[in-house]
């Protein structure tokens, strides 16, 4: 059971938007940021979003972060099947001293 | 450009031992935390352990704790763990990362085994 949860899933069609929440508890997401990463199967981890709704340098602007007290956020407008993906969210717990990650979502293009 | 690559994964017995390396370049290893994450064949990401960029602090998951030791040689920019008392549980890949608890940038990650 992860600290941080996802929805282990969400779909959408070609050119429309998709949001992934993801709910953690004021020793976290509450006073950390937030970072968002995209993993395609069988490849390592790739930062999207950092501090909150940071973008890293070539990161496309359809993806964009936000968070609201102990949850955050992540939108992918634009879909591409190309975006087909899973999507993790995590930070740091300050009561467990230790890093968190949400149980990730798989993203489909329908 | 930042790379990092993992080393020392395999196959162990329970009950054995391995140790995973990390060599670190393109940036300045001893002015960043480092951590450890791992992740489960079909499961998600786990966070295993950090260390602080002088090696004066450490922490682990609890599932850990008291079997792996993180550690880094800032002279030869690299990261180690050093894993004990393996269980079929600790399979997985292993990923050497920059930073303290959600890392800007990944090794492709090196695969551990447990299996008798």
């Known amino acids: 059971q992860s600290v941080l949860t996802q929805p282990p899933s969400v779909s959408a069609a070609p050119g429309q938007k998709v949001t992934i929440s993801c709910s953690g508890s004021?020793?976290?997401?509450?006073?950390?940021?937030v970072s968002w990463y995209q993993q395609f199967p069988g490849t390592a981890p790739k930062l999207l979003i950092y501090?909150?709704?940071k973008r890293p340098s070539g990161i496309p602007d359809r993806f964009s972060g936000s968070k609201s007290g102990t949850s955050a956020t992540l939108d992918i407008t634009g879909l591409q099947t190309g975006d087909e993906a899973d999507y993790y969210c995590?930070?740091?717990?300050?009561?467990?001293?230790?890093?968190?990650f949400g149980g990730g979502t798989k993203l489909t293009v329908l | 450009e930042v790379q990092l690559v993992e080393s020392g994964g395999g196959l162990v017995q329970p009950g054995g031992s391995l140790r995973l390396s990390c060599a670190a370049s393109?940036?300045?290893?001893?002015?960043?935390?480092m951590s450890w994450v791992r992740q489960a064949p079909g499961k998600g990401l786990e966070w295993v352990a950090n260390i602080k960029r002088d090696g004066s602090e450490k922490n682990y998951v609890d599932s850990v704790k008291g079997r792996f030791t993180i550690s880094r040689d800032n002279a030869r920019n690299s990261l180690y763990l050093q894993m004990n008392s393996l269980k079929a549980e600790d399979a997985a890949v292993y990923y050497c990362?920059?930073?303290?608890?959600?890392?800007?940038?990944w090794g492709l990650g090196t695969l551990v085994t447990v299996s008798s």
């Open positions: 004021s020793s976290n997401i509450g006073n950390k940021y």
């Open positions: 501090d909150n709704n």
């Open positions: 990362a920059r930073g303290l608890a959600a890392p800007d940038s």
């Open positions: 995590g930070t740091w717990d300050t009561s467990l001293s230790a890093g968190v």
């Open positions: 393109g940036f300045v290893f001893n002015t960043y935390w």
